[in-house]
């Protein structure tokens, strides 16, 4: 994007990496403990790699509704729902649950994101209100846009 590789070059990257975190199996590395649980965020955070490798170079041409996003999303969702909210991992996937609720208009999905982000702050008793904004901001405009292609970006309400 700042001129140093061309398009075709640059497109040709994404396309390995997207198939790199597609085929990686978080089963072969080595985690900081034996604990199970470790799978679960290492696979949701896998599947927000995959969804920023997506956004790129154009972060408005994919809807959220693209099967490709889709699959991240219920995929991080998935390891999300493995989890019990006793467990310390429930809070380490604020940020992949968060990701998926940016590229989500399925309701079920944003309920059980709000959902999650209640029982975070009831647990530690910070709310996320930037990150819960952004969500509100982001699902608005989604509806208020449903009938256009495309995709409504979440850094567009960052500023």
Not at 51 to 67: G, H, K, Q, S, Y
Not at 100 to 111: D, F, P
């Amino acid at each position: 994007m700042d001129g140093t590789m061309s398009g075709d070059s640059f497109q040709d990257l994404l396309d390995g990496a997207e198939e790199f975190f597609r085929v990686w199996d978080p089963q072969s590395i080595a985690f900081p403990s034996g604990d199970p649980e470790w799978i679960q965020p290492t696979e949701a955070y896998r599947h927000v790699c995959i969804i920023r490798v997506l956004r790129f170079p154009d972060t408005w041409a994919i809807p959220c509704e693209d099967e490709r996003i889709q699959s991240s999303v219920r995929s991080t969702l998935d390891a999300s729902a493995e989890i019990s909210s006793d467990s310390a991992f429930f809070k380490r996937l604020l940020f992949p649950r968060f990701i998926a609720g940016t590229e989500t208009s399925i309701l079920h999905q944003k309920r059980y994101i709000e959902f999650c982000m209640r029982e975070i702050k009831r647990s530690n008793g910070f709310p996320h209100p930037a990150m819960n904004e952004l969500l509100n901001r982001v699902w608005d405009e989604r509806q208020r846009q449903a009938d256009r292609p495309g995709n409504i970006p979440w850094m567009e309400f960052v500023s």
